[in-house]
């Protein structure tokens, strides 16, 4: 018998593609507990990121607004103080939002200073790991530090090194015995020096586990963001053997693509990682190791999801599955992700609703747009607490789940800054004339670039996006519709943050009950 909703499981895959599971398709990669997950809920098969780069999606995904509400534009931009995140809006409610993994969120520094709070005091901690209470923070991207406990743990199991991160989890032994990189494209054939129970997905699902136990029958929300399948793509035994170059998606892309580019899309494709991914030896390795990758995610989450049916959780937890973008893996001529092809920003989106009213819509495929900013007002409303309107953007996703009257987005929108990337450096651009922003419709992709040409995709004649029409004149009527559709959402965006709804409403006409009698005569 299900109950109402008194846990959240959030769980964030890190630069998963939304092709790359089984309930999404894919024909060789075996994913049977995340394709479980999906037949006990919902899966959306129109879910969009806002943006298509680690730090600035999270955020929305945390707070419920754009990147350009909120101001984390990109991953070395601090989440200003003045946001309110999820874990705070649920501090205010008595609850905790409990972390185990990746966030990126950024210290803000000169927020902090400007109003003289102490980094280590108990409110700067929470400020600066943006309302989370952290079992263990582990980004993924470099060493981790005192944040994460992983280090230690391997440490522990015999991995003895300064930096066994660098030396063991992201390393791997060639023919000749020596010891080789992961950051190292080449090298990701060869499994991980660790073994696959001492790897970094398993040692976040042991944190997620504990934190369960621990718990007992107590209510909780977790966090559990997983860095993988995120480079560096070194996989452990018997992961990084499981798939051959031929079980792999194939690589799409074309050579109209490379005439007539569009000049911020061909300085991307002159950065490192897409020289990389432009040769088909690049693919041939890396794609195999990427699929086992998610194959081992999907054995860890299968022994979370284990545990969790054997204590009765799933009848009364919100399971939100996701990701914070895709990965271009050499399609369109492109590596990592950021620009905005529907393989970057197009993700995964799977929910478990254990209350009465959604068991009529479970096992099904919903094809309603979704974004990272509906994550968050759909946890308040879950979990039957007040969805602050003048602040968060985005809607709650319990009407699609629950078969009531939900309202359908006609579009998603995406943003990009690209001002720390090379691509900067290679077109001469000012750091603030690095702006790009995105509408997606049921047909469309439109991109709008700040002293750029704007780019056009017409997925249903083209699917794939080979063909950019931007420059077209024909289209310059569907080009101005969707900037006027870019416009208005624009114009919607939640400003007027410090007051809410309520509180202007009471605050309207009210200045001769103030002693304010301006005007008469």
């Known amino acids: 018998m299900t109950r109402a909703v008194r846990n959240v499981l959030f769980i964030m895959c890190d630069q998963l593609r939304w092709d790359h599971l089984g309930c999404y398709g894919h024909p060789w990669l075996k994913t049977p507990n995340i394709d479980a997950l999906a037949a006990r809920g919902v899966r959306f098969d129109r879910a969009f990121v806002n943006s298509g780069v680690c730090g600035p999606s ?13 101001g984390a534009t990109w991953n070395r931009v601090p989440l200003p103080i003045g946001e309110v995140t999820l874990g705070e809006y649920l501090r205010g409610a008595g609850r905790k939002l409990v972390l185990a993994g990746k966030t990126h969120v950024m210290v803000d520094k ?4 400007r109003l003289r ?3 280590d005091s108990e409110l700067g901690e929470l400020l600066s790991r943006g309302g989370f209470e952290e079992i263990d923070r582990y980004d993924g991207h470099h060493a981790p530090g005192d944040e994460s406990g992983y280090p230690a743990f391997l440490r522990r199991h015999g991995y003895d090194s300064v ?3 660098s030396d063991y989890v992201i390393s791997g032994v060639d023919a000749q015995g020596k010891v080789v990189s992961g950051w190292h494209m080449r090298n990701v054939h060869l499994p991980s020096r660790v073994r696959a129970e001492h790897s970094e997905t398993a040692y976040m699902t042991d944190q997620a586990l504990g934190f369960m136990q621990q718990m007992g029958d107590t209510p909780w929300v977790l966090h559990l963001s997983y860095v993988k399948p995120h480079w560096p793509y070194m996989a452990p035994a018997p992961y990084h053997a499981l798939y051959t170059p031929e079980q792999c998606l194939p690589v799409v892309r074309s050579d109209a693509e490379l005439r007539d580019q569009h000049p911020v899309v061909a300085a991307y494709r002159e950065s490192e990682e897409s020289r990389s991914f432009q040769r088909d030896e690049c ?26 049916d054997r204590r009765g959780l799933f009848d009364e937890t919100l399971v939100v599955f996701t990701s914070d973008h895709g990965d271009f893996l050499g399609d369109h001529w492109l590596g990592e992700k950021e620009l905005f092809h529907d393989t970057v920003q197009r993700v995964p989106f799977i929910v478990c609703d254990p209350d009465e009213a959604a068991r009529g819509r479970r096992g099904s495929v919903e094809d309603a747009f979704v974004e990272g900013v509906d994550v968050a007002p759909t946890v308040l409303d879950a979990l039957g607490l007040e969805i602050p309107a003048h602040r968060i953007e985005g809607m709650s996703l319990l009407p699609l789940l629950r078969g009531g009257d939900a309202a359908r987005k006609p579009a998603v929108f995406s943003e990009l800054d690209y001002s720390f990337k090379a691509a900067r450096l290679r077109l001469g651009r000012p750091v603030d004339r690095c702006y790009a922003w995105s509408v ?24 794939e996006e080979f063909h950019d029409l931007g420059r077209d004149e024909s289209s310059a009527a569907v080009r101005r519709e969707l900037r006027e559709t870019l416009l208005d959402w624009f114009a919607r965006r939640k400003r007027r943050t410090s007051v809410s709804h309520a509180f202007v409403e009471a605050g309207t ?11 008469q005569w």
């Open 110 to 113: 000169d927020g902090l200073s």
């Open 163 to 165: 930096d066994p991160w």
């Open 509 to 519: 006409n009210r200045h001769k009950q103030a002693g304010v009698f301006f005007g």
């Open 440 to 463: 997606r419709t049921d047909r469309w992709r439109y991109v709008h670039w700040l002293d750029a040409p704007e780019q056009l995709f017409d997925l249903q004649a083209d699917p």
């Open 283 to 308: 693919i041939r390795t890396v794609r195999p190791a990427y699929q086992g990758l998610i194959h081992q995610l999907d054995d860890e989450l299968g022994r979370l999801f284990d545990f969790m």
């Open 58 to 70: 999270r955020m929305s995904y945390y707070t419920g607004r754009y990147p350009g509400s909120h």
């Open 117 to 119: 709070i102490e980094g």
